[in-house]
């Protein structure tokens, strides 16, 4: 069969990575595929390319457009990233009739509805398993490999910034600040780190793992987003002492009320082997009815690895360019015109056990007062912990609570913070078991 | 669409886990594939129907020939185990032009390029996704999410019952024997264990996985397999002191020299996610050239997470119904044309590094004498430890060596255990980094 000639927007850090995997393994991709994958045509507002991504036989252009609307590219790979003017690339190239490929989470989560519903339209396939946790073929594990199972929940490491961050803390007993300029100097953080430590970019992903999950429309604007920003060295050391990692996880559930789409630091057992997952890596763990726990981990971000699914996603679409578009595998892994309409669940609905540290005077009565408050708000104390009280006569309280409706928490949380004894506000870190 | 035909050959565990994650999970599985799936033809010896499997609308035969030969069914799903009659009946569906699903690793590790020679004849596909490491979509990850690697290594725990038993060894100090026996009163190891403990169930799953990995014909013949029989608890606490966990592994490799194909314990730093997975739990670790390590977690046996795998490569086979077969997923991954007689690598030219335990006369010279054998051979020492004497004045004596050739680590061994202070065997195990 003939070669399929693929256009490339955008020569950075993964389509210099995509272009130098193609031509790598360009012999074992022809073997797999059945045919050749030629990067014919490359948008880069680059004037020099890359050293050693192979495309001397490639047309140039600086204006994407000659790109998306070539009528030689079957496949547009858009690594742009950020939602303009990816997006209108993406729907030019969808309206030229041509499959697209993207690593721009961002793109999918915000704009994937309307961009499925067009390439739904034309026939043709809008593939973006890089723009999830990088290499790890997690989208097809969801979509394809537990297809059989109603999924009950997923959790996942999906931002390895904020990975290596509370890494760092952990091993090292370091500050959330002193790391995250390291992160920033290693160029694993951004300059305005706030899209990975305050979870927006784990939310990107999250939301389209739920899409995927459940079979719901993607819905950003729904997910609830915490960042790590407020995680002290305390937190992490108490963790470790009560048996628990801090980890910042994306958790998707379906519970009786609806879909739980949620983005915050989590305690979770040390003992489970997400907890183990470490620096700069992602994982997620899938919980199905009929498989139970499984567990994908892999390189979340970096050149090759983004690269790795960018190629596996563009020769899913060499293999099947000749099927019937119905038959296909669907976007968001359920037929578009299945989807449900089960909403997603507002925070305060949502139950989880709870940790809580919090600076009280060691005083008599202190503890009675604050089991008075939970007592009150049937939530229920699994462990409790007084630390010795430090110079200024105050002494770190940390409880963990069992599972409670996070309405009741938040009430019971003002309550203690308005007693006199206590000072400042209550750390409070959202308990999962994962079992 | 009208719903797909399925006919079952077996209602054991698997073959009613898989009517009842149908049953149970009808609707979800109708939304993600465009089209019911009813298994609308059983056969099985049984004179009754498992309860819950809900099978009341399905016909039933005692002749498994009925349900290849049944011209309404288009997908088989072959779940009887062992060569015969599955081999057959196999072949006969495929004659009949008819998809097959199978969990039967055995049939595929050592029929499978004849299997699928035929399947490749009358364009029909051969799903075995369940017949390696249960629930765990680990075939398509490596010939679908991967398939822009060069796949370097991959290294599996691809036996629950063997990871169970030297989970029990390291975790309660036990004795094989003494854990084997709860192994088979827990129902996890047959009668005969062999097929477990000795790792001919796990050479039947790793031939497989090195077919998809390298594109090579199945190669279970030339498959080296060491069980576990031989590792004592001593072993057991001497590498978790060294920081090592010791697990039965599956090792695929490509090298210089071809294909390492081999099954064997192993001793793997404790730190690796893939030393922390425990239990009967299955977990797979492949090192792709652009992706680096990913790892694929989750249970290798039992009902449902078979069932799981058997039902995703239904929907997968429902979803390619219409497909062109030229432009499938090849069942080896690579197309049928493509295939490499790179050669399977005897053992001898392995290279590994090496744990070694051996009694000695706890005399003078005793290390001198070793270490010059070592020394002769080119063989260094990367970690030595010596014992307290026990009462019959022999001590143990531990050695971890750097990366040595097979052959000259079995040349130096029989000298070390011809020395007159050395008694008895010289026990060896395997040494992987797996990074």
Redesign the interface.
Known sequence: ?APVKVGLLGLGTVGS?TAT??K??AE???????RGIIVDFVATSKSELPAGVGLSNSRITNDPYDVVNDPEIEIVVELFGGTEPAKSLVLQAIANGKHVVTANKALIAEHGNEIFARAQEKGVIVAF?AGIA????II??LR???????INWLAGIINGTGNFILTEMRDKGRDFQDVLKEAQALGYAEADPTFDVEGIDAAHKLCILSSIAF?IPLQFDKTYTEGISDISSDDVDYAAELGYSIKHLGIAKQTDKGIEQRVHPTLIPKKR?IA??DGVMN?VLVH????????????GAGS??T??????D???IA??????P?????HL???AD?L?DLPIVSMDQVETAFYLRLSALDEAGVIAEITRILGDGNISIEAFIQKEPKDDGKADIILLTKVVNEGAMNDAIKKIEALNVVSGKVSRIRVESLS
Chains 1, 2 share one sequence.
């Open positions: 069969m990575g995997v193609l790598r393994n074992e991709i022809a073997r797999r595929a059945g398993e990088g290499g790890i073929p097809k594990a394809e490999g537990l297809s059989a199972n109603k079979g082997l183990n997952v994982a199905g009815d009929a498989v139970g726990p499984t567990l994908h981990y892999g390189a090759e690895p690269a790795s699914a960018v190629v596996a563009i020769i899913d293999r099947a360019l000749t099927s019937d119905e038959n296909r595998v669907p892994a359920f037929q299945s449900s």
